[in-house]
């Protein structure tokens, strides 16, 4: 019984760098959501996959991310011209998504450190 | 928007003691769904409990308990004799469900607990 995987589990890289996190939702979970947590704080919404179209991607803060699930399992979180202000844990979560409430289930997070 | 507010930072308890942990929130959504999630150094998110807006029963899940205020907009988790265990952050989160599935997380309380 797998749960959420995120690789790689740290990231540094240096500022202006291209960047991808993975996600690996758990089997059958056809929603994914991908989320962002700053230093001391909760975690923030960037986007939602239902299948392979993003549902709502109201949250990512400018056009340098993008996320992509191209298959309708993996999903990728891309961003580009990286900033220090990017320095994060950027958490992946899956669910069931075929009912009013679905429970989302979380991956351990990648830490992504931009120097 | 809706927002979530935990204005306890730092919570600590004696084992096998009680603590009440504090959450509001703001919406003008009649139907929605509110979670306490717990987070240990390892990063990952792990449900505690789900309280339906609609309905009037606080939720119960062993241990820990809600109390669950719909008119004043308050969500506080109570845990019943606390265990060395119980340690972590514990986020407060909104989600409104129904296709629209981001969850909206508030800053969250480090609770220690004290042996």
């Known amino acids: 019984g797998a749960g959420v995987s995120q690789t790689p589990s740290n990231k540094v890289t240096e500022k202006g760098k291209y960047v991808e996190l993975r996600c690996d939702p758990i089997?059958?979970?056809?929603?994914l959501y991908w989320y962002r947590q700053s230093l001391g704080q909760g975690p923030e919404f960037l986007i939602y996959f239902q299948g392979t179209g993003a549902a709502d991607d109201s949250g990512l803060p400018n056009d340098r991310f993008f996320a992509v699930r191209p298959e309708g399992s993996v999903s990728t979180l891309k961003i580009q011209r990286t900033e220090r202000g990017d320095s994060a844990v950027y958490l992946c979560a899956s669910s069931f998504g075929d009912s009013s409430y679905n429970e989302q289930f979380f991956g351990p997070g990648t830490r992504l450190t931009v120097l | 928007a809706q927002t979530v507010t935990q204005s306890q930072p730092e919570m600590s308890v004696q084992e096998a003691e009680t603590v009440t942990l504090s959450c509001t929130y703001d919406?003008?959504?009649?139907?929605?769904?509110l979670f306490w999630y717990k987070q240990p150094p390892s990063r990952q998110m792990i449900l505690v409990i789900r309280?339906?807006?609609?309905?009037?029963q606080n939720a119960t899940e062993n241990r820990f308990s809600v109390n669950f205020q719909k008119a004043a907009k308050s969500f506080s988790l109570k845990i019943s004799d606390s265990q060395l265990g119980d340690a972590a952050m514990y986020f407060c989160?909104?989600?409104?469900?129904?296709?629209?599935?981001?969850?909206?997380f508030g800053t969250g309380t480090r609770l220690t607990i004290i042996p």
């Open positions: 989160a909104y989600e409104l469900g129904f296709g629209n599935e981001k969850l909206t």
């Open positions: 089997s059958g979970h056809t929603a």
């Open positions: 919406t003008s959504e009649s139907d929605y769904y």
């Open positions: 309280q339906e807006a609609y309905k009037q």
